[in-house]
């Protein structure tokens, strides 16, 4: 079975610059979540998805940053434009439903300079 | 609101000991209970589960029970291996919240 899929696993850019990150969740998931995690404020959970339509995005730092989920197959997180603190790794888990297990996949390694 | 509490880290075993991390938590109701280990490089992976008051998950030598009179869910083990090196996070389903909630995560390293 395929897992949960993010590309790019690395990214380097540019303070100022645009930054999408995607993902694809399993099959059959209804539940979506995109988390960042870093050394000092370990896993923070940003928005959370459920049959494509966004739940609690309480989480997402500041209006730079932006999360759609056009089908159930496909996500984004859209950092515009992107700051040195922004640096992280960010995921993307998916669930079969709220109070399931979640699948993470092995994140986007995230570097603004 | 619903929160998880686990042991500080860094850990450093050597290879064979037993091991404890303890987890407890806050929590309205009866909330379902995860333990998940973060290999380096790599995103979370599920562990172990329970999902009421006395329930003991288990996998890979790892256990963990559910104990609802203490509120906690600490994870054993009873002779690590180099391998087991990694992150472990515990997490409870926020229920109503529709998410799991994570404690921040402990470090160990197992010395062969």
């Known amino acids: 079975d395929a897992g949960v899929i993010q590309s790019p696993r690395h990214e380097v850019t540019e303070m100022g610059q645009e930054v999408t990150l995607r993902c694809k969740p399993i099959?059959?998931?209804?539940?979506l979540f995109w988390y960042r995690q870093t050394m000092m404020r370990g896993l923070e959970l940003l928005i959370y998805f459920n049959n494509n339509v966004p739940i609690d995005d309480s989480g997402m730092p500041e209006d730079r940053f932006s999360a759609k989920m056009p089908n159930a197959s496909f996500s984004t997180l859209k950092i515009q434009p992107s700051e040195p603190r922004d640096s992280a790794v960010y995921f993307c888990?998916?669930?079969?439903?709220?109070?399931?297990?979640?699948?993470f996949g092995d994140g986007t390694r995230l570097s603004i300079l | 609101g619903n929160s998880v509490t686990q042991m500080e880290g860094p850990v450093t075993l050597s290879e064979e000991a037993f091991l404890t991390i303890n987890c407890t938590y806050t929590?309205?109701?009866?909330?379902?209970l995860f333990w998940y280990v973060q290999y380096p490089g790599e995103g979370l992976q599920l562990l172990l589960k329970a999902t009421k008051a006395d329930d003991k998950g288990s996998n890979k030598g790892f256990e963990a029970t559910y104990r609802k009179e203490t509120t906690s869910f600490h994870l054993e083990k009873g002779s690590v291996q180099v391998s087991d090196s990694a992150v472990y996070f515990c997490a409870l389903y926020g229920g109503s919240q529709g998410n799991l909630i994570f404690g921040k995560g402990t470090k160990l390293s197992v010395k062969p």
């Open positions: 929590a309205t109701g009866y909330p379902s």
């Open positions: 888990a998916s669930s079969f439903d709220s109070n399931q297990p979640q699948h």
């Open positions: 099959s059959g998931h209804d539940y």
